[in-house]
Nanobody, 122 residues
């Protein structure tokens, strides 16, 4: 059974930083972070491919950094200069093993963690 377990969430003031981790029992070609705020649709935050290439949502570009420890199969999300609008549940996701397209938020991510809450106060 595939398991993805996020950790590192918490409460922080605006301008602060947090580092999220996702321990994965599966290693796929694309892994991503998504977030969901109350009353809003889930949105992609960042995605990383097996070669370490990354892409980000415009709203977090230059503030967030996604990385992966391939040896330990842990996905990270370093979040700096946090804003109140970053408040959400953050979930990591792994792309389907049959996926042969590019790594994007639109790829098929059948495996997702339960998420970790990030709260940013002003």
């Amino acid at each position: 059974q595939v398991q993805l377990l996020e950790s590192g969430g918490g409460s922080v003031q605006a301008g602060g930083s947090l580092r999220l981790s996702c321990s994965a029992s599966v290693n796929t070609t694309c892994m991503a972070w998504f977030r969901q705020a109350p009353g809003k649709e889930r949105e992609g935050v960042g995605v990383i491919d097996i070669n370490g290439r990354t892409s980000y949502a415009d709203s977090v570009k230059d503030r967030f950094t996604i990385s992966k420890d391939n040896a330990k199969n842990i996905l990270y999300l370093q979040m700096n200069s946090l804003k109140p609008e970053d408040t959400a549940i953050y979930l990591c996701a792994a792309v389907a093993p049959w996926w042969r397209g590019s790594c994007s938020f639109q790829a098929s991510y059948p495996w997702r963690g339960r998420g970790t809450q990030v709260t940013v106060s002003s």
